[in-house]
């Protein structure tokens, strides 16, 4: 009887897997999760438009309570209707943390920018202010198509102050 080189019971040589199974698991692993990650990475990105979504419109709250400031300022008596003309600027490409009156200087990243522009109105001593906030992602001062945005429009009023003299 001739005995063969090779061993009758391979298993018992060769418990485990082989390298073709591994590659195999490998590439199957591969198909599923390349497709997964760029999911992932859409998603991620929509995150980081929301986020910058959320910081424009806490801006604009705030811009919104810095044009209540400014109207309600004493200094500001007459202002809208003696210094500024039709499409003049308040406020022209401003970062939100150098506005006056805010209390947390860090509390905006510094590449969010403002606008104000005012417009005639035709009630007195009033002007309509368009406000625009933006991410200035390539730090031009301008307005691009590509980057996020917010803008609102408000009419600012002087209310006339009460005359000094005796009454009720």
């Known amino acids: 009887m001739i005995k ?41 990105i929509g995150m980081q438009e929301l986020d910058r979504k959320t910081i424009l419109i806490d801006a604009g709250d705030y811009v919104g309570a810095y044009l209540f400031r400014w109207v309600k300022n004493p200094y500001s008596t007459d202002k809208i209707d003696d210094y500024y003309y039709n499409g003049s600027t308040l406020e022209y490409a401003q970062p939100v943390n150098s506005l006056t009156g805010i209390e947390n200087s860090s509390v905006f990243p510094s590449d969010l920018k403002t606008s104000i522009y005012l417009y005639e109105s035709t009630r007195d001593k009033s002007a309509l202010a368009l406000t625009r906030i933006w991410f200035d992602d390539d730090n031009d001062n301008y307005q691009d198509a590509s980057e996020s945005s917010f803008s609102f429009t408000t009419l600012l009023t002087e209310i006339d102050q009460p005359s000094s003299g005796g009454g009720i």
């Not at 018992?12 to 990650?37: A, D, N």
């Open 4 to 44: 063969s080189i090779f061993p009758s019971d391979v298993k018992k040589y060769y418990s485990g897997f082989s390298l073709l199974e591994c590659m195999v698991v490998l590439g199957l692993l591969s198909i599923f999760f390349i497709p997964t990650l760029r999911a992932l990475h859409t998603i991620s």
